[in-house]
């Protein structure tokens, strides 16, 4: 059987065929390439004791790619080696989660403010926007970076869609919070089922986002 991987999103296929769509990231079947089982899971095979006898072996199956002098590594300079390393150590998905655990937070308090008229929730709810607020810029930057760096750019549906919500999050955010800003009474006024709205259509979006992130991921 053979073995292709989505030049995208890496995603591992078994089979005679390249798979006609990436379950993944949903590229055509032209951006898969055979690898052989030797180069699968880089990671897995690191975590098993790298096997020495075959990798010194190698040069000598008398096929000439093998022979070639290994490619140097590209010299990276301060800015580049910054954003390798916010890649490597992951910084997308462990920054997101700052914002992402306190927007939920801040949408229950708005609901209980404007169900029990309670201030004190709304009040609550602002200042969790505003920690939101802050964490955004470097989740969106980083976000970025590693959908360029690693998925090389691509803009099938599933970025598009990722792209869309994370707009549609922090602009969402961005009218609760200066909304509230400029009329701390919003709650008690006839409007108060729009501001709630936004705040929803937030909440989802920030979901769609995480669910699509997650699944790049796990590639399930
Ligand atoms: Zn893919």
């Not at 920690?131 to 998925?151: C, D, H, Q, R, S």
Request: hydrophobic fraction near 50%.
């Amino acid at each position: 059987m053979k073995i292709w991987q989505c030049s995208v999103c890496k995603y591992i296929h078994r089979g005679e065929t390249p798979p006609e769509k990436c379950p993944v990231c949903g590229v055509d079947a032209s951006r898969f390439v055979e690898i052989d089982e030797a180069s699968i899971p880089q990671k897995a095979a690191k975590r098993t004791a790298p096997d020495k006898k075959t990798i010194s072996a190698k040069p000598l199956s008398g096929d000439p790619e093998r022979l070639k002098p290994p490619v140097p590594p590209k010299i990276e300079t301060g800015f580049e080696k910054i954003q390798s390393l916010l890649i490597k150590h992951h910084a997308h998905p462990v920054s997101v989660h700052t914002p992402n655990g306190i927007l939920p937070a801040a949408v229950i308090f708005w609901l209980m403010a404007w169900i029990f008229s309670f201030d004190l929730f709304s009040k609550v709810a602002f200042i969790n926007l505003i920690f939101v607020v802050i964490a955004l810029p470097f989740v969106i930057f980083t976000g970025i970076l590693e959908w360029k760096k690693k998925y090389n750019g691509a803009l099938t549906t599933i970025f598009k869609i990722k792209i869309l919500a994370a707009t549609l999050t922090t602009v969402s955010c961005l009218i609760s919070l200066f909304w509230f800003w400029i009329d701390p009474e919003i709650l008690s006024t006839p409007k108060a089922w729009v501001f709630i709205l936004i705040n929803i259509i937030m909440l989802a979006a920030a979901g769609i986002a995480g669910h699509i992130g997650g699944k790049l991921v796990f590639k399930d």
